[in-house]
C-alpha cells in the first residue's frame, strides 16, 4: 500500500493551498487517516486528523479556523484545504493512515510534500 501526497507548493502568506492524499495498492482498508508536519529543525507535528468515517476531525490549536480535513473515501483519498497560510506554516507535510491489509494493522506514511509560504 502506497500513500501519495500532493498539492504543496510556494505561496504567498495569506494564500490557500490544497493537499491531497491518495491510497493506492491491493486489498486494504483505510481505518482514520491524518496531516503531521515538520519544519526544518524541528519535530513533527500533527495538523488533522480524521475518522474513518469522516464523521469527527481533530486539529492543531495553530491552524483550527483556517484547515479542513476531508476525505473521500470512494477515492481512497484525504485533503487539506489551507487558507490564510503563514509563513510559520512552511514546512514538510505528511499524510498518514491506520491500514488494515491481509488481517494485519499497521500505520503507513507518505513521502510528504513541501508547502513553503513567503511573507
Known amino acids: 500500500v502506497q500513500l501519495v501526497e500532493s498539492g504543496g507548493g510556494l505561496v504567498q502568506a495569506g494564500g490557500s493551498l490544497r493537499l491531497s492524499c491518495a491510497a493506492s495498492?491491493?486489498?486494504?482498508?483505510?481505518?482514520?487517516m491524518g496531516w503531521y508536519r515538520q519544519a526544518p529543525g524541528g519535530q513533527r507535528e500533527m495538523v488533522a486528523v480524521?475518522?474513518?468515517?469522516?464523521?469527527?476531525?481533530n486539529y492543531a490549536d495553530s491552524v483550527k479556523g483556517r484547515f479542513t480535513i476531508s476525505r473521500d473515501n470512494a477515492k481512497n483519498t484525504m485533503y487539506l484545504q489551507m487558507n490564510s497560510l503563514k509563513p510559520e506554516n512552511t514546512a514538510v507535510y505528511y499524510c498518514?493512515?491506520?491500514?488494515?491489509?491481509?488481517?494485519?494493522?499497521?500505520?503507513?506514511w507518505g513521502q510528504g510534500t513541501q508547502v513553503t509560504v513567503s511573507s
Open positions: 498518514t493512515a491506520g491500514i488494515l491489509r491481509s488481517s494485519v494493522r499497521g500505520w503507513y
Open positions: 495498492g491491493r486489498n486494504f482498508s483505510l481505518n482514520a
Open positions: 480524521i475518522s474513518s468515517g469522516g464523521d469527527s476531525t
